[in-house]
């Protein structure tokens, strides 16, 4: 079999890429794990999760009929389970986005297994936290009314209600989150269409020679995976711009979740109650979501990798670092719990160190030692390496980080808001049976989604696993290495093309030949972003950056002025003698208002520059094209002029110096 791989240094794989995976192998690997899933444990999974939803649909169908004092929600606990469930969702949420994004920026070796399965993650889970905001509306069919929009009633919001910096936070993040998930799919979906194309030009082959039929469904599948990549075709500037449109939306992502996740926490310790006044809140807020977001995507990954064989491009090694970062969250979040502690014990008053005691010993006492128990000392076991390396353990600690982190979003809202400084106001909560099936339906939802995913979507990142793997290469030798005697055949050109197995070929041809006057237009196409041949090409990235920055400040400024001017102008309404003015209220969700800007404007420049979708290009002609989705490199010289000759051309490429090509094709128009 031909590789993209040959090359003669024989560099390790850094634990992170089974032995002899080449460009050819992860894209079979990957592509075809969905069909790994067709087993009986997938549809005993998938049936316990449609009974959860059943049990989802059951208790919103309680819910609409008796409304929601079925959760037992009380005063002062008007806040009771459907905000914890919620906190919870969207803490998992931001620690999955966090890391993805992260390991992009930082362009860690290992996001390679580990970035797809963190934004699918963050997506699910936001999903699920997204329905509690609309159904404790108790008229959830008019949801739309927390956002600003134009209505007879000549109505605003109100901007200050946290309900509406939900609505435009949770939208936000959904905006963000499937910005970059679907950004970093759309090569893989390309992927995806080549071979679902392959396999529909296989059917038809084998039924014109009688042994076998054409299916429909194979037809379907090649045409929505071709809608779904846009007509990607792999050019330089292509690649070059996918990089750019990656980065900035990693930056947006990691500026929405700290947003997100300290500016609640940040208003919640601006408040006088006991529990909440607290300066290091945001900091113990943050690690505990980064903890569970980070233990759901470690579990997950673990899952994947058993569940799609998927054992040499999810290594061992990515499991271990999983659990180092697990370990390391876990001491941070141990770290701030033991300093609220001590700090209410030292020098907090009377109410302070109260709360205190209802946390580690009151009816409520259990939600504490959750977190110790499932979420702080498991944590501990990952200074063994020998439980660092277990795949087991790891899930098993993972999940457990996401209880404890429930646990934690109960102590903080429920503990807190049910004894204040008056003894008037307190009043007992407990957990209803019906806020507890509404949990249960939401995780339902999340592992039906994400079983779903597991059949019909690559869960591990082609592209990204590529990359690394051209970077790591194994020195496995090629299969093909002669050069082919170009084809002849007169016809209506739309140009020439060459074939090579390495992009370090591709940039050796390109440099040779760009100095020369051709008549044509240089396009390169591959697998991977191809650097060096984009450089020679001078074909800048763009501004794409720059666009993204001035749409997001653009986004904020509009955002913060609509609140300003709908609260001190035009729909005055004082809510606890606050300012008239009170534009801190209204910066969370005017940063969560940008970044959706800044990433629906990186998406539109990343299809403009790219003059994308375009179902049908004239290099999709080209022999053998699909393969610049798997593990060839194509470059092609258009015509562009009367000096175009497409018999110099092939001379020209027949005699390279270095980097001679596997194959020279005409291709016509």
């Known amino acids: 079999m031909s590789g993209a791989l040959n090359s003669p240094a024989g560099l390790p794989r850094a634990g992170l890429l089974g032995a002899g995976e080449d460009f050819a192998s992860i894209g079979c690997a990957v592509t075809g794990a969905s069909s790994r899933t067709r087993s009986r444990a997938w549809w005993i999974a998938f049936a316990g999760a449609c009974g959860l939803l059943g049990v989802f649909a059951s208790a919103l169908t309680w819910l609409l009929l008796n409304g929601v004092g079925v959760w037992h929600n009380n005063n002062p606990v008007v806040w009771a389970l459907d905000i914890v469930a919620y906190d919870w969702w969207i803490g998992i949420a931001c620690g999955a986005l966090l890391t993805s994004a992260t390991l992009r920026l930082t362009g860690a070796a290992w996001r390679s297994g580990i970035d797809r399965i963190a934004e699918t993650t963050a997506i699910l889970a936001a999903a699920a936290a997204a329905l509690y905001p609309i159904i404790h509306l108790g008229r959830p069919w008019v949801f739309y009314w927390t956002l600003p929009y134009p209505n007879t009633l000549a109505l605003w919001p109100q901007f200050r209600s946290p309900l509406v910096w939900d609505a435009v936070d949770i939208i936000s993040f959904l905006g963000v989150c499937l910005s970059l998930w679907y950004v970093g799919l759309v090569p893989d979906f ?159 008053d009377a109410y302070d160190r109260a709360v205190l005691v209802r946390r580690l010993s009151g009816s409520h006492a259990w939600a504490f030692w959750l977190i110790v128990v499932f979420a702080l000392l498991p944590v501990q076991l990952f200074w063994s390496s020998r439980l660092r390396d277990s795949g087991l353990v790891v899930a098993l600690v993972g999940i457990a980080a996401a209880i404890g982190s429930f646990g934690d979003h109960f102590m903080l809202l429920i503990v807190t808001l049910s004894h204040d400084f008056l003894p008037s106001s307190a009043h007992p909560y407990t957990m209803g049976v019906w806020g507890l099936a509404t949990l249960a339906g939401s995780i339902g939802l999340f592992l039906a989604l994400l079983l779903l995913g597991l059949r019909t979507l690559p869960m591990v990142s082609i592209t990204e696993t590529k990359r690394f793997a051209e970077a790591h290469p194994d020195g496995r030798p090629s299969g093909e290495a ?83 001017y709908a609260t001190g102008f035009d729909y005055v309404f004082d809510v606890g003698g606050r300012p008239r003015f009170s534009w801190q209220a209204f910066l969370v969700p005017s940063v969560s208002f940008g970044t959706l800007c800044g990433g629906l404007m990186t998406v539109l420049a990343l299809l403009f520059q790219n003059r994308l979708p375009r179902l049908n290009h004239p290099a999709f002609a080209i022999p053998g094209f699909h393969r610049a989705s798997e593990d060839r490199f194509f470059l092609a010289l258009e015509a562009a002029g009367p000096r175009f000759d497409p018999a110099r051309i092939e001379q020209a490429l027949a005699r390279l110096p270095e980097g001679r090509p596997l194959m020279v094709r005409r291709v016509p128009l």
């Open 482 to 564: 002669t050069p082919t005697l170009a084809e002849t055949a007169q016809a209506p050109l739309w140009g020439v093309s060459a074939e090579f197995d390495e992009a370090g070929d591709l940039a050796a041809a390109v440099k040779a030949l760009q100095a020369r006057d051709f008549g044509a237009r240089i396009e390169a196409y591959g697998p991977v972003p191809m650097g060096r041949a984009a450089a020679l090409l001078g074909r800048p990235a763009g501004i794409l950056p720059l666009l993204a920055l001035g749409a997001a400040l653009a986004g904020f400024v509009a955002f913060m002025g609509l609140c300003l």
């Open 190 to 348: 390309a992927s995806l269409r080549d071979r679902a194309f392959e396999a529909v030009q296989g059917e038809i082959r084998a039924a014109d020679e009688g042994r076998g039929r054409r299916r429909r469904l194979t037809l379907l599948k090649a045409q929505a995976y071709g809608i779904l990549a846009l007509g990607w075709r792999g050019a330089s500037t292509h690649w070059e711009r996918w990089l750019l449109a990656v980065r900035t939306l990693s930056m947006l992502a990691l500026v929405l979740v700290v947003s997100l996740q300290t500016g609640a926490s940040v208003m919640l310790s601006g408040s006088v109650l006991p529990g909440w006044h607290d300066t290091l809140l945001p900091v113990t807020f943050l690690a505990g979501s980064l903890l569970s977001g980070v233990g759901v995507t470690a579990a997950l990954t673990v899952l994947v990798r058993r569940a799609l064989g998927l054992e040499a491009l999810i290594t061992g090694r990515h499991i271990a670092l999983m659990a180092r970062l697990m370990l390391a969250l876990g001491l941070a979040s141990t770290y701030c719990y033991a300093t609220e502690i001590f700090s209410s014990l030292l020098h907090g």
